[in-house]
């Protein structure tokens, strides 16, 4: 089974960057789905950005395509988030999340592997 740790949240001021990362550790996640999803108070997860397994596409939402950028090392198992310009509208807890196979759509009801979840504060 896999298992998720995210890092690199905090507080940044507005036109700022911040990092995030994900560690998976439990099973080779080359064959995973990988994605992004971040939760605004009393919402359901939003799709920030999603990676395909075994060198596929990666895909960004309409509000961060442009100022995100996500990659994955599955030689390390690692997740990256890189948000730069980051604005107060992007305040959120940040997770990321994994599923075996092909990533499809923006749905986080198909994703069973999860993060604890990581706080970003623009402000």
């Known amino acids: 089974d896999v298992q998720l740790v995210e890092s690199g949240g905090g507080l940044v001021q507005p036109g700022g960057s911040l990092r995030l990362s994900c560690a998976a550790s439990g099973a080779s996640y080359s064959s995973y789905c990988v994605a992004w999803f971040r939760q605004f108070p009393g919402k359901e997860h939003e799709g920030v950005a999603r990676i395909n397994p075994d060198g596929g596409r990666t895909y960004y939402a309409d509000s961060v395509n442009g100022r995100f950028s996500a990659s994955r090392d599955d030689a390390k198992n690692t997740l990256a988030l890189e948000m730069n310009n980051l604005n107060p509208e992007d305040t959120a807890m940040y997770y990321c999340?994994?599923?075996?196979?092909?990533?499809?759509?923006?749905?986080?009801?198909?994703?069973?592997?999860w993060g604890q979840g990581t706080q970003v504060t623009v402000s």
């Open positions: 999340a994994a599923k075996w196979g092909p990533c499809v759509g923006w749905s986080h009801r198909g994703f069973n592997h």
